[in-house]
């Protein structure tokens, strides 16, 4: 009977009229279980009076249908957007060259400051909370060039679906039952219906991509919008298609962003009518924090690429200090793996440009 419900009945079902023989057949593994376990036949009665409550719930066909999507994106939506992502987002390809990482094994945990007004002193807290304040439905995050605002985004991707066993979990991530991601650069979105397609393409071939809109929109979805400073004409019509749909429901968005347009993307949200919090992302100043970066990548890179973290501890630290970002930490690493024996002569900034330039001509 397990099988007839979850397989037979479930697993063929194509349209939401299938909920009835799923019932009955709900209904004959609970009469079966009274029977195995001797329960008494009121209590059997009352459980199946409650199983038939919750049908009445969604017995209108255009309940039924809504409920049945969402039934489909958390199971075959979920799965196929796990397989997509991690044929994508699995390995990190490193900055020189074709070798690759585990794209979790070297995610270093980030903190993010809390902006306040200017009378107030800035907080900060771990990336690992950015979901915790239950009031912030739309996130906002601002990093410069290379601080870690789409690492930050695609290792959320990658904790959702449980793609690699990464040590660093997100609080709350587990309430939010589906995630959208979206790139503002893309050129091959044009409308909302195009980033539901390319996530769950399989669920809105079956269904169609607005009823699938709908049932993101009611499943506490978590909305990835990456890179807001990259918006192009198609891509700030996406933006403000998914602002004005998500603003409504139980949801969580979160936008990252340069500096250089995060007045604008500000601005843009308070048009629209919504409030958000406002986060940036903090540097990698002190010391045991960059040894720590490193560490991942030099336990974790290819074979021979070592001696990361013995090298940057023997710098100066005035030239430590110029590695404050993880684009400057991951660049570093590259200078030890190509240019080891020149790792002592970086005594000044004129050193490091050279050096650096050497790296990229």
């Known amino acids: 009977m397990r099988n007839d419900v979850m397989h037979e009945v479930a697993g063929s079902a194509v349209d939401p009229y299938k909920y009835n023989k799923i019932f009955k057949a709900l209904h004959d593994v609970i009469d079966e279980a009274g029977n195995v376990y001797s329960i ?14 919750m049908w009445d719930e969604v017995r209108t066909d255009n309940e039924k249908a809504k409920a049945y999507c969402r039934l489909l994106l958390q199971t075959y939506g979920n799965i196929e957007a796990k ?16 070798d690759k990482v585990e794209r979790s094994k070297v995610f270093h945990s980030l903190e993010l400051t809390l902006q306040k007004p200017k009378d107030q002193t800035k907080d900060k807290i771990s990336y ?46 587990k309430n939010h039952n589906l995630l959208l991601y979206y790139e503002c650069r893309s050129v091959s979105t044009k409308e909302f219906t195009d980033v539901v397609e390319e996530n769950f393409e399989n ?24 890179g807001y400073d990259e918006c192009h004409k198609d891509s700030y019509k ?28 500000k601005d843009f949200l308070k048009r629209e009518g919504v409030k958000f919090q406002e986060y940036e992302i903090a540097e990698i100043c002190d010391l045991d924090d960059q040894l720590r970066f490193l560490e991942n990548y ?21 030239i430590q200090k110029l590695f404050v970002r993880p684009i400057n930490l991951v660049l570093f690493c590259h200078l030890v793996w190509n240019f080891p024996e020149k790792i002592n002569d970086l005594k000044s900034h004129a050193a490091v440009a050279q050096v650096t330039y050497d790296l990229t001509s």
């Open 40 to 53: 008494p036949a009121d209590e059997v009665t009352s459980f199946k009076t409650q199983i038939d409550g």
């Open 83 to 98: 397989a997509m992502w991690e044929a994508m987002l699995a390995e990190e390809i490193l900055l020189f060259g074709d």
């Open 128 to 173: 690992t909370e950015l979901l915790t304040a239950r009031n912030d439905k739309f996130i906002v995050v601002i990093g410069d060039s290379g601080s870690g605002k789409s690492t930050l985004a695609k290792n959320l991707v990658i904790q959702h679906h449980g793609i690699s066993d990464a040590e660093v979990e997100m609080s709350d991530l």
């Open 203 to 226: 669920v809105c071939q079956k269904l169609g991509p607005k009823p699938v809109i709908q049932g993101i929109s009611e499943s506490n979805p978590l909305i990835l919008i990456d």
């Open 238 to 265: 996406v933006v403000q298609q998914m602002v004005n749909k998500m603003r409504n429901y139980e949801c969580r968005v979160i936008i990252t962003t340069r500096p250089s347009a995060a007045d604008e993307l």
């Open 298 to 318: 030099e336990k974790h890179a290819p074979p021979g690429a070592e001696k990361v973290v013995k090298s940057f501890s023997s710098l100066g630290r005035d």
